[in-house]
C-alpha cells in the first residue's frame, strides 16, 4: 500500500483532471441548451459534481495525513474515479469547439436525435462518479471527527491522571496528618480520661467558605446510664415515667454531665431510645415521648453522635420513616445528626427512600449503598462490574448480598459476579421479606444450608419458600449420591454406605470426605455443612466437626416436608446422631403440642422406635414426648408468670386433632391394667 501522502498527492491529480472534465461538458451543455431536458439536467450534474470536486480538494489540502483504513477506501475510490473520469475525457476531446453561426445551430438541432444516447451515458456515468466523489468525502469527514475525538480523549485521560495523582499525593498528606493527630488523641484520652472529638465546622457566607476547628472533650463515666434511670423509676409504673425529668434530675444532682458518654461511647440519648422504645407504645405515643426527651436532651447539650453511631442510624434501624417520625428526625438534623450506611438493613429501604426525598442534606451514604437504595440497576452493576464491590463486602452492618435480598435483580448481579460464600442470614432474611424469588437464586447458586438457617426457614417460611428448601436438599444429596457412584469404586461406595435406593443423609459427610480424599473436585454447595461447619487446620487440610445428624433431627420441619423427604429417599428416621439421640427423641424446639405430636405420630409410622431408652437412662422415648408436650402446655397456659389456668390447659388439648388425642391416649394407657384407661381423653 502507499504512503498516505501520495494517497493524497494522486487522489488531488485525478481530481484536478476530473474539474477539468466536467467544466467541458458544462460548456458543451450550455451549446445546446433548450433542445432537450436531458442537457439541463445533464448540466446540473456536472455543475453538482464540480463543486464537490472543488470541497473534496480543499479537504485533502487540509489533511495530509490520513489512516490506513481510510487511506485504502480512498485508494479505491479514485482507482474507480479515474476509469469513469478517463471514459468522459474521452467523450469531450470528440466535443467539436462551440460555434455561433446559423448553420452550426442548424447541424446541432439535425444531430441532437443521434447524439441523445451518448448523453444519457454521460450522465450515467457522472452519476457514478457523484457517488464515489461522496464516498471519498465522506471517509475524509469521518477519519477529521475521529481524529479529534481521539485527541480529545488523550487529552482528557492526560488531565484525569493528573489530578489522580495530585489527589494521591493529598490523600497521603491527609492520611500522615491524620495519623500524627490520632496519636495526640490516644494520648490526651489516657491521661484525661476524656474521649477527645475533632470538628471541622463549615460556614458559608458572603465572602465564602470558612472553615474553624473544634475540639470537643466528653467525659467517659463509669456510671450505667441504664441502671441510673431503672433506680430513679424503681417505684413507678412503666407507663408514667417521665424521661425528661429523670434526665433533669441527674443533671440536675451532679450524677452525670450532659456530655458524658459510658465506656462503650453510648450517649444517655442513646439509652433512654431504647428504653422508651422497649416500652412498647402506640406509634403516636412513642414519638411523641421521644421527642419530648430529644429536645430536652439536645438542648442540654447531650451530642447527638458518636464515634460507633449517629441517632438517626439507630432511629432509621427500627422504626418507621412516615410522617410520625420526621418531626423527631428533623430535630435530630437541626442538631446535627445524619444518616450513614449503618442505617440500611435488609427491611428499610423503602424508609431510607422516603428519608432521602425528605431530608437529602443529612444523608452520609456510600455509593453502592444509594445504589441498593434507589435499586437502580445500571449504577449498581457498574459499581459491581469495576470491582468496587462484592455480595461479601460489608456496607454498614450488613454484608451487600444480605442487603440486596427483595430486590433479585441486585441479588443477581452480585451472585454471577462470584462470592466466596454466602452468609447463612441471607437465607433468612429472603424468608423474612417473603421474597421467594431472591430465595430461589441463592438456593440455585448453591447457598451453604446450615443447621440455624433450616431450623430457621422451618419455623418463619411460608409454603412456597419450604417448598424450595426441600427441593433444594433433594437436587443436592441427589447430585452428592451420583457423584460418588460415579466417581468412585463400587466397592467403596457401597463400603460408606451409598445406595442406588436411597440418598446420603446421616452418612453424606462421610461421603463428601471420601470424594474429597480421591481427589475429586465436589461443587461447594454439596457440602453437608449444616452438619457443623468446616475447619481448616494449619497445613491446610479441611476436617468435619462432629456432631452429625439426619434431617429428621431438624424438630420444626411439618410432616408433609417430612414425607417428600422420605419419598424422594431420606430414609434415616430412626437413626442415632451422634450423640445418641433419634430424631424422635429430639424434642426441644417444639411449638406446640399439636406439633410434636404429629411429628411423633409420622416418626413411629415410618419405623421409628418410640421404646428406644434415651442414652445413659431407663427412660423410653415415649415418656419424653409426653413430658415435653406436658411443659409445652404448661408453658403456653402460664398467666401473668404465677399460675397455670385450667380452662387454657383445656383450650390446649382442644387444639389436639382426633389422630393425635389417639396417640397421646395411647402412649400413656399403654400396658396400664388399672382405670386410667377409662380417662377421658
Given at each position: 500500500?502507499?504512503e498516505?501522502?501520495?494517497?493524497?498527492a494522486s487522489?488531488?491529480?485525478?481530481i484536478?483532471?476530473?474539474i477539468?472534465v466536467?467544466e467541458?461538458?458544462i460548456?458543451?451543455?450550455?451549446s445546446?441548451?433548450g433542445?432537450?431536458k436531458?442537457?439541463g439536467?445533464?448540466s446540473h450534474k456536472?455543475?453538482?459534481?464540480s463543486?464537490t470536486l472543488?470541497l473534496l480538494?480543499?479537504?485533502?489540502?487540509?489533511?495530509q495525513?490520513?489512516?490506513?483504513?481510510?487511506?485504502k477506501?480512498i485508494?479505491?475510490?479514485?482507482?474507480?474515479?479515474?476509469?469513469?473520469?478517463?471514459?468522459?475525457?474521452e467523450?469531450?476531446?470528440k466535443?467539436?469547439c462551440?460555434?455561433?453561426?446559423?448553420?452550426?445551430?442548424?447541424?446541432?438541432r439535425?444531430?441532437?436525435?443521434?447524439r441523445?444516447q451518448t448523453?444519457?451515458?454521460?450522465?450515467?456515468?457522472?452519476d457514478?462518479?457523484?457517488a464515489n466523489i461522496?464516498?471519498?468525502?465522506?471517509v475524509?469527514l469521518l477519519?477529521?471527527?475521529?481524529?479529534?475525538?481521539?485527541?480529545?480523549?488523550q487529552e482528557?485521560h492526560?488531565q484525569?491522571?493528573?489530578?489522580q495523582?495530585k489527589?494521591s499525593?493529598?490523600n497521603?498528606?491527609?492520611?500522615r496528618?491524620?495519623q500524627?493527630?490520632?496519636?495526640k488523641?490516644?494520648?490526651?484520652?489516657r491521661?484525661?480520661r476524656?474521649?477527645l472529638?475533632?470538628?471541622?465546622s463549615?460556614?458559608?457566607?458572603?465572602?465564602?467558605?470558612s472553615i474553624a476547628?473544634t475540639?470537643?472533650?466528653?467525659?467517659?463515666?463509669t456510671?450505667?446510664?441504664e441502671?441510673?434511670?431503672g433506680e430513679?423509676f424503681?417505684?413507678?409504673p412503666?407507663l408514667?415515667?417521665?424521661y425528661?425529668?429523670c434526665c433533669?434530675?441527674?443533671f440536675e444532682?451532679?450524677?452525670?454531665r450532659?456530655?458524658?458518654?459510658?465506656?462503650?461511647?453510648a450517649?444517655?440519648?442513646e439509652v433512654?431510645?431504647?428504653?422508651?422504645?422497649?416500652r412498647?407504645?402506640?406509634?403516636?405515643?412513642?414519638?411523641?415521648?421521644?421527642q419530648?426527651v430529644?429536645r430536652y436532651l439536645?438542648?442540654a447539650g447531650v451530642?447527638v453522635?458518636t464515634?460507633?453511631?449517629t441517632l438517626?442510624d439507630l432511629?432509621l434501624?427500627?422504626l418507621?420513616?412516615?410522617?410520625?417520625?420526621?418531626p423527631v428526625?428533623?430535630?435530630?438534623?437541626d442538631?446535627?445528626?445524619?444518616?450513614?450506611d449503618?442505617?440500611?438493613?435488609?427491611?428499610n429501604?423503602?424508609?431510607i427512600q422516603?428519608f432521602l426525598s425528605?431530608?437529602?442534606?443529612?444523608v452520609y451514604?456510600?455509593s453502592p449503598?444509594l445504589?441498593?437504595?434507589?435499586?437502580?440497576e445500571?449504577t449498581?452493576?457498574?459499581?459491581?462490574?469495576?470491582d468496587?464491590l462484592?455480595g461479601?463486602?460489608?456496607i454498614?452492618?450488613y454484608?451487600a448480598?444480605?442487603?440486596a435480598?427483595?430486590?433479585?435483580s441486585?441479588?443477581?448481579?452480585l451472585?454471577?459476579?462470584?462470592?466466596d460464600?454466602v452468609?447463612?442470614?441471607?437465607l433468612m432474611?429472603?424468608?423474612?421479606?417473603?421474597?421467594t424469588?431472591s430465595?430461589k437464586?441463592?438456593l440455585?447458586?448453591?447457598?451453604?444450608?446450615?443447621?440455624?438457617?433450616?431450623?430457621?426457614i422451618g419455623i418463619?417460611?411460608?409454603?412456597?419458600e419450604?417448598?424450595?428448601?426441600i427441593?433444594?436438599?433433594?437436587?443436592?444429596?441427589t447430585?452428592l449420591?451420583?457423584l460418588?457412584?460415579?466417581c468412585l469404586?463400587?466397592h467403596k461406595w457401597?463400603?460408606i454406605?451409598?445406595s442406588?435406593d436411597?440418598l446420603?443423609d446421616?452418612?453424606?459427610?462421610?461421603?463428601?470426605e471420601?470424594?474429597?480424599?480421591e481427589?475429586v473436585d465436589?461443587?461447594?454447595?454439596l457440602?453437608?455443612?449444616?452438619?457443623?461447619?468446616?475447619?481448616?487446620?494449619?497445613?491446610?487440610?479441611i476436617?468435619v466437626e462432629m456432631p452429625?445428624?439426619c434431617?429428621f433431627?431438624?424438630?420444626?420441619l411439618?410432616?408433609?416436608?417430612?414425607?417428600?423427604?422420605y419419598?424422594a429417599g431420606?430414609t434415616?428416621?430412626?437413626?442415632p446422631?451422634?450423640?445418641g439421640?433419634?430424631?424422635?427423641?429430639c424434642?426441644?424446639?417444639a411449638?406446640?403440642p399439636?406439633q410434636?405430636f404429629?411429628?411423633?405420630?409420622?416418626?413411629?409410622?415410618?419405623?421409628?422406635n418410640?421404646s428406644?431408652?434415651?442414652p445413659?437412662?431407663a427412660?423410653?422415648t415415649m415418656?419424653k414426648i409426653i413430658?415435653a408436650?406436658?411443659v409445652l402446655?404448661?408453658?403456653?397456659t402460664?398467666?401473668?408468670?404465677?399460675?397455670?389456668?385450667?380452662e387454657?390447659v383445656?383450650?390446649?388439648f382442644?387444639?389436639?386433632?382426633?389422630g393425635n388425642?389417639?396417640?397421646l391416649?395411647d402412649?400413656i394407657?399403654?400396658?396400664?391394667h388399672d382405670g386410667?384407661?377409662?380417662?377421658?381423653?
Amino acid at each position: 500500500m502507499s504512503e498516505p501522502l501520495s494517497v493524497v498527492a494522486s487522489a488531488a491529480g485525478i481530481i484536478s483532471l476530473g474539474i477539468q472534465v466536467i467544466e467541458k461538458i458544462i460548456v458543451y451543455c450550455d451549446s445546446w441548451k433548450g433542445y432537450d431536458k436531458d442537457l439541463g439536467d445533464l448540466s446540473h450534474k456536472a455543475s453538482g459534481l464540480s463543486k464537490t470536486l472543488e470541497l473534496l480538494e480543499n479537504v485533502l489540502q487540509h489533511r495530509q495525513i490520513v489512516d490506513s483504513l481510510s487511506q485504502k477506501q480512498i485508494e479505491d475510490l479514485m482507482d474507480a474515479s479515474k476509469v469513469t473520469i478517463d471514459k468522459l475525457k474521452e467523450m469531450t476531446d470528440k466535443i467539436p469547439c462551440h460555434s455561433s453561426s446559423s448553420k452550426a445551430a442548424f447541424t446541432r438541432r439535425a444531430l441532437y436525435p443521434l447524439r441523445k444516447q451518448t448523453l444519457v451515458d454521460a450522465a450515467g456515468m457522472l452519476d457514478s462518479l457523484q457517488a464515489n466523489i461522496n464516498t471519498a468525502l465522506s471517509v475524509l469527514l469521518l477519519h477529521q471527527g475521529s481524529v479529534a475525538q481521539n485527541n480529545l480523549s488523550q487529552e482528557l485521560h492526560t488531565q484525569h491522571s493528573t489530578l489522580q495523582n495530585k489527589l494521591s499525593e493529598q490523600n497521603a498528606q491527609l492520611e500522615r496528618m491524620s495519623q500524627v493527630m490520632e496519636k495526640k488523641i490516644e494520648l490526651q484520652s489516657r491521661l484525661l480520661r476524656f474521649s477527645l472529638t475533632l470538628t471541622l465546622s463549615i460556614t458559608k457566607g458572603a465572602g465564602g467558605c470558612s472553615i474553624a476547628p473544634t475540639l470537643t472533650y466528653r467525659g467517659i463515666t463509669t456510671q450505667d446510664f441504664e441502671s441510673l434511670i431503672g433506680e430513679y423509676f424503681r417505684d413507678t409504673p412503666v407507663l408514667e415515667r417521665n424521661y425528661v425529668q429523670c434526665c433533669h434530675y441527674l443533671f440536675e444532682k451532679r450524677i452525670i454531665r450532659p456530655s458524658d458518654t459510658q465506656t462503650n461511647e453510648a450517649t444517655l440519648l442513646e439509652v433512654v431510645f431504647a428504653l422508651i422504645v422497649l416500652r412498647r407504645y402506640g406509634p403516636e405515643e412513642f414519638y411523641n415521648s421521644f421527642q419530648k426527651v430529644t429536645r430536652y436532651l439536645i438542648e442540654a447539650g447531650v451530642p447527638v453522635n458518636t464515634s460507633q453511631n449517629t441517632l438517626l442510624d439507630l432511629l432509621l434501624h427500627g422504626l418507621r420513616a412516615d410522617h410520625l417520625s420526621h418531626p423527631v428526625m428533623s430535630e435530630l438534623i437541626d442538631a446535627g445528626s445524619y444518616i450513614t450506611d449503618k442505617a440500611l438493613t435488609h427491611y428499610n429501604r423503602k424508609e431510607i427512600q422516603s428519608f432521602l426525598s425528605h431530608h437529602p442534606e443529612a444523608v452520609y451514604v456510600s455509593s453502592p449503598a444509594l445504589a441498593l437504595v434507589h435499586e437502580d440497576e445500571e449504577t449498581f452493576a457498574r459499581i459491581v462490574r469495576r470491582d468496587k464491590l462484592s455480595g461479601n463486602d460489608t456496607i454498614g452492618k450488613y454484608k451487600a448480598i444480605e442487603l440486596a435480598i427483595g430486590w433479585p435483580s441486585g441479588v443477581k448481579t452480585l451472585l454471577e459476579a462470584g462470592m466466596d460464600s454466602v452468609p447463612p442470614h441471607a437465607l433468612m432474611f429472603a424468608v423474612d421479606l417473603g421474597c421467594t424469588s431472591s430465595l430461589k437464586l441463592l438456593l440455585e447458586a448453591g447457598d451453604v444450608l446450615t443447621t440455624e438457617s433450616i431450623g430457621y426457614i422451618g419455623i418463619k417460611a411460608k409454603n412456597g419458600e419450604m417448598d424450595l428448601l426441600i427441593d433444594g436438599i433433594i437436587l443436592r444429596r441427589t447430585e452428592l449420591r451420583d457423584l460418588a457412584i460415579t466417581c468412585l469404586s463400587e466397592h467403596k461406595w457401597r463400603e460408606i454406605g451409598v445406595s442406588r435406593d436411597s440418598l446420603p443423609d446421616l452418612i453424606a459427610p462421610k461421603v463428601y470426605e471420601s470424594l474429597r480424599a480421591e481427589g475429586v473436585d465436589v461443587p461447594k454447595r454439596l457440602r453437608p455443612s449444616w452438619y457443623r461447619e468446616y475447619t481448616q487446620k494449619p497445613d491446610g487440610e479441611i476436617q468435619v466437626e462432629m456432631p452429625y445428624f439426619c434431617v429428621f433431627h431438624l424438630i420444626n420441619l411439618l410432616v408433609r416436608y417430612m414425607q417428600r423427604l422420605y419419598d424422594a429417599g431420606l430414609t434415616d428416621v430412626d437413626e442415632p446422631d451422634s450423640a445418641g439421640l433419634t430424631p424422635l427423641m429430639c424434642t426441644r424446639g417444639a411449638t406446640s403440642p399439636s406439633q410434636l405430636f404429629s411429628r411423633a405420630r409420622w416418626l413411629v409410622s415410618k419405623g421409628a422406635n418410640p421404646s428406644r431408652l434415651l442414652p445413659g437412662t431407663a427412660t423410653p422415648t415415649m415418656h419424653k414426648i409426653i413430658s415435653a408436650s406436658i411443659v409445652l402446655i404448661q408453658d403456653l397456659t402460664l398467666v401473668s408468670w404465677k399460675a397455670v389456668i385450667s380452662e387454657y390447659v383445656d383450650t390446649q388439648f382442644a387444639y389436639l386433632d382426633r389422630g393425635n388425642r389417639t396417640f397421646l391416649k395411647d402412649a400413656i394407657t399403654e400396658n396400664k391394667h388399672d382405670g386410667c384407661s377409662e380417662i377421658p381423653l
